[in-house]
């Protein structure tokens, strides 16, 4: 019944995509859902709906929808904005013509992050260890190269990188809403920032409902650390050899 569920959902959301949608696509703990929540933040203000919503991840995901999500058959409530559809799911043909923003993170992070993610949520089933995992054909960093590369010669996509983000919030927040279409005010994008952040998005989570925290084993935090460079602490020598000739296989794809 549940995989009739998601295909039900994957169908829908596909036919009714149209390109007039954007598409704020990553391979998972790339960074995200940091950028939803900004945007959703920052459309709250915008459309001075603030006061109406409380925002924890039940809201963030009923309103901001993902493609195979029942999300995706909630009304969009930030006319005439432009529909932002969240995507973990690789290029394809049925989106080729769709605006995509891509959130890019340095692959060792997203490894290390991803790691803890799929060993605290319910919904995965593995007994990989950190060495393991990063060269698992379905989690590691092969499957991490082969969705970027999927979307590297899309027409029409703004690739954004986390750690700019981290760097420059501001800066880089303004160019997604610039390639998104709307209107600029930086006190509003200032405001989002604060409001998206670290701290506040563990509270989010905090606000969220039993359904939702249930997901997680342990009282897991989603937005875990954020930190640069996390990869540092896991990978090994032997690791660092096996990213690297991975990184050289795709890019030399990507150059083909």
């Given at each position: 019944m549940q995989v009739f569920k998601k295909g039900f959902y994957y169908a829908y959301s596909y036919l009714t995509i149209s390109q007039r949608d954007i598409l704020l696509a990553s391979f998972p703990k790339a960074g995200n859902t940091w950028v939803r929540i900004f945007i959703f933040h920052y459309l709250l203000k915008f459309y001075r709906r603030e006061e109406n919503f409380e925002v924890n991840f039940d809201t963030l995901d009923r309103y901001m929808p993902e493609i195979g999500n029942k999300s995706i058959f909630q009304s969009w409530i930030f006319n005439p904005t432009r529909?932002?559809?969240?995507?973990?799911?690789?290029?394809?043909?049925?989106i080729k013509k769709i605006p995509v923003i891509y959130?890019?993170?340095?692959?060792?992070?997203?490894?290390?992050?991803?790691?803890?993610?799929?060993?605290?949520?319910?919904?995965?089933?593995?007994?990989?260890?950190?060495?393991?995992?990063?060269?698992?054909?379905?989690?590691?960093?092969?499957?991490?190269?082969?969705?970027?590369?999927?979307?590297?010669?899309?027409?029409?996509?703004?690739?954004?990188?986390?750690?700019?983000?981290?760097?420059?919030?501001?800066k880089n927040f303004t160019n997604i809403l610039l390639f998104i279409g709307v209107e600029i005010n930086q006190q509003?994008?200032?405001?989002?920032?604060?409001?998206?952040?670290?701290?506040?998005?563990?509270?989010?989570?905090?606000?969220?409902?039993?359904?939702?925290?249930?997901?997680?084993?342990?009282?897991?935090?989603?937005?875990?650390?954020?930190?640069?460079?996390?990869?540092?602490?896991?990978?090994?020598?032997?690791?660092?050899?096996?990213?690297?000739?991975?990184?050289?296989?795709?890019?030399?794809?990507?150059?083909?």
């Open positions: 529909r932002i559809l969240k995507t973990h799911n690789k290029n394809n043909k049925i959130i890019d993170r340095d692959p060792r992070d997203i490894m290390v992050s991803y790691f803890h993610y799929t060993k605290k949520s319910n919904r995965f089933k593995h007994n990989l260890n950190f060495g393991s995992f990063i060269r698992n054909r379905k989690y590691g960093l092969e499957a991490y190269y082969k969705h970027k590369l999927s979307y590297e010669q899309h027409t029409n996509i703004k690739f954004i990188n986390y750690e700019d983000i981290k760097s420059d919030p501001v509003r994008i200032k405001n989002a920032i604060y409001d998206s952040n670290m701290e506040n998005t563990r509270k989010a989570q905090l606000k969220s409902s039993k359904d939702y925290n249930k997901q997680f084993k342990d009282n897991f935090t989603f937005a875990r650390k954020g930190e640069k460079k996390q990869w540092i602490d896991y990978f090994q020598e032997e690791d660092l050899q096996y990213f690297e000739i991975i990184k050289r296989k795709y890019e030399n794809s990507a150059e083909k």
